[in-house]
């Protein structure tokens, strides 16, 4: 409902300039600018124009009527509610008919003509808290609060009395002009009204204007904060535009001038080609922190730009700058090639470990031989066992060739290892059955030679059934090898493979000798190939690096001296 007043108001007062302007044109008398006011229903108000330099002039130079449709003439008459008195216009005790347009045709001695023009709009009581002048915002301690100037204007002429209130309370002990807020807190905001009792023709009247108050939150001045940039260096791209921000922290609830911006080499940007400056100001709602930020675009970053100087500059209640050079970004391309050179070398030599692994292991084994190999005490490198019976023509020959002449001729004639080759090493007459648990005993591996289809399950089950003789010859070192090598631990398995293992695979070995096999593939004897018997070729190096690092007679030969 009153919105709907304010814009009748509104268009009332658009509608009353356009007439003066019509009346101005036909009159040829001069309009001074409309003044606005808003009255209370029942109080009394005093007008004199801004305009106008002596309100007691002669009743005869001024005719002051309401416009309207027709326009009401206005009395000079004293008795009267609503009569004037030379410039002056008195409305008393005025009522929400008195609302409109009221003008002031005043004549000078040389025939001049000027208009006053008046518009009011009167509101009934229950309207005060429309009729308030401008607020006073404020986070000071002590608030002063002035009585509104038409009010303290009308007090001062007619040597009026004020009286302050707050709401609809009454404030006690102060009739000036001013009413201070001592220690101000949120508690102190409201509306403040002044009412001015004057005296008219032995008549007493009231005029009352309002204003509302509002405690802010008191500021904290501070020295100025740079919240970036915080190095002192930032990296930049050769031909590449980039932005510098410079942020700045003034302080809390502040009013004063808070701003942050950019200069080069104590120039400002502005005066600067290639360079633009955007300055923006926030309040932070939580902290209500005053914060400026200046951002300097570089539209295409030159040379001359790594030379200059950059000063950021806050300026608050305090003045406070940081200084930031450009410096050029290191090109990755030489990074990327160490990178890549670096990939290159690991990948390289992980395949050479994995190709030369065994070399390298045998090339540095010698020089890091571990402590309880040296004080091993054990007389054989390595124990061989291998098939002697049921073996055709061209198996036996193949198996004796290689047990007899190239497994001695390479590991013990050029590597210096002692072998107990089972037929080779036996002593005539010497219990067997004794003879292997002892050589057993003092080897340091198992060397088990697999031939092509070897029926060693089947015939070590065979000789459990026959003559305790035929089960020594035939498979007893097979059995107690195992035992050392898979029950007590004491020797490492090698397992040499001459030939292929036919169809069957090895699903006719005994149990355990398979186990070993799947832990450790058989290392295959390349038979006829020019290397086979070459001492450093790779089947050669793969037997060497599974047996022991020292062989047997260097570590006696070490212990005597």
Request: aromatic share 10%; with cysteine; hydrophobic share 35%.
């Amino acid at each position: 409902m009153m919105d709907a007043s304010k814009l009748l108001f509104s268009l009332l007062v658009l509608m009353s300039t356009a007439k003066w302007r019509s009346e101005t044109s036909k009159s040829g008398c001069t309009d001074t600018t409309p003044e606005y006011f808003k009255l209370i229903e029942g109080e009394a108000f005093y007008f004199v124009p801004y305009h106008l330099d002596d309100p007691d002039l002669p009743d005869e130079n001024f005719t002051w009527y309401k416009t309207g449709s027709e326009n009401e003439n206005i009395t000079t008459d004293e008795t009267h509610r609503i009569h004037y008195h030379g410039g002056a216009l008195f409305l008393l005790n005025v009522s929400t008919k008195d609302s409109g347009t009221y003008t002031a045709k005043e004549k000078t001695e040389s025939c001049e003509c000027c208009k006053h023009h008046l518009e009011i709009h009167v509101f009934n009581k229950t309207s005060q808290e429309d009729l308030t002048f401008g607020p006073i915002k404020s986070s000071e301690k002590n608030i002063r609060i002035s009585c509104p100037e038409p009010v303290s204007y009308i007090c001062s002429t007619f040597g009026g009395k004020i009286t302050w209130y707050k709401g609809v309370s009454l404030l006690q002990g102060q009739h000036e002009a001013d009413w201070w807020v001592y220690d101000s807190t949120k508690k102190d905001e409201g509306v403040y009204t002044c009412i001015c009792t004057w005296t008219h023709h032995h008549r007493v009247y009231n005029t009352s204007g309002h204003r509302r108050l509002i405690v802010l939150e008191k500021g904290f001045y501070r020295k100025v904060e740079i919240l970036s940039p915080t190095a002192k260096m930032q990296l930049a791209d050769e031909g590449v535009g980039i932005k510098l921000n410079c942020s700045i922290l003034c302080g809390t609830n502040v009013n004063r001038e808070c701003a942050a911006s950019w200069d080069v080499d104590g120039k400002a940007v502005e005066q600067m080609d290639g360079y633009n400056q955007t300055i923006k100001t926030v309040i932070e709602e939580d902290t209500q922190n005053f914060i400026s930020t200046a951002i300097l675009t570089i539209e295409r970053v030159s040379p001359k730009d790594f030379q200059h100087t950059f000063k950021c500059t806050g300026v608050g209640f305090y003045t406070n700058d940081f200084i930031l050079k450009l410096k050029q970004r290191e090109s990755v391309i030489p990074l990327v090639i160490q990178g890549v050179c670096v990939v290159f070398i690991c990948v390289l030599a992980a395949v050479l470990i994995r190709c030369f692994a065994i070399d390298i292991a045998l090339l540095f084994r010698p020089y890091f031989p571990l402590r309880r190999h040296n004080e091993d005490a054990r007389v054989y490198d390595a124990y061989v066992v291998y098939q002697m019976q049921k073996l055709d023509k061209e198996t036996e020959n193949k198996i004796s060739n290689f047990v007899a002449m190239a497994l001695p001729s390479v590991l013990e004639d050029k590597c210096g290892y002692r072998l107990f080759i089972q037929g080779r090493d036996d002593i005539p007459g010497e219990d067997r059955l004794e003879l292997v648990e002892r050589c057993l005993k003092q080897s340091r591996r198992l060397m088990v030679i697999l031939t092509p289809g070897s029926k060693l399950g089947s015939e070590v089950t065979d000789q459990c059934s026959t003559s305790n003789q035929t089960s020594v010859i035939g498979g007893y070192d097979w059995q107690v090898g195992l035992h050392h090598a898979l029950v007590q631990r004491e020797l490492s398995v090698i397992l040499i493979q001459l030939g292929d293992t036919g169809p069957q695979g090895y699903t006719h070995l005994p149990p355990g000798l398979q186990h070993l096999i799947r832990k450790s593939a058989p290392i295959r004897w390349p038979e006829g190939s020019r290397g086979a018997a070459a001492w450093n070729s790779h089947f050669w190096k793969r037997v060497r690096y599974l047996m022991p690092a020292i062989p047997a007679k260097k570590r006696a030969l070490s212990a005597v001296i």
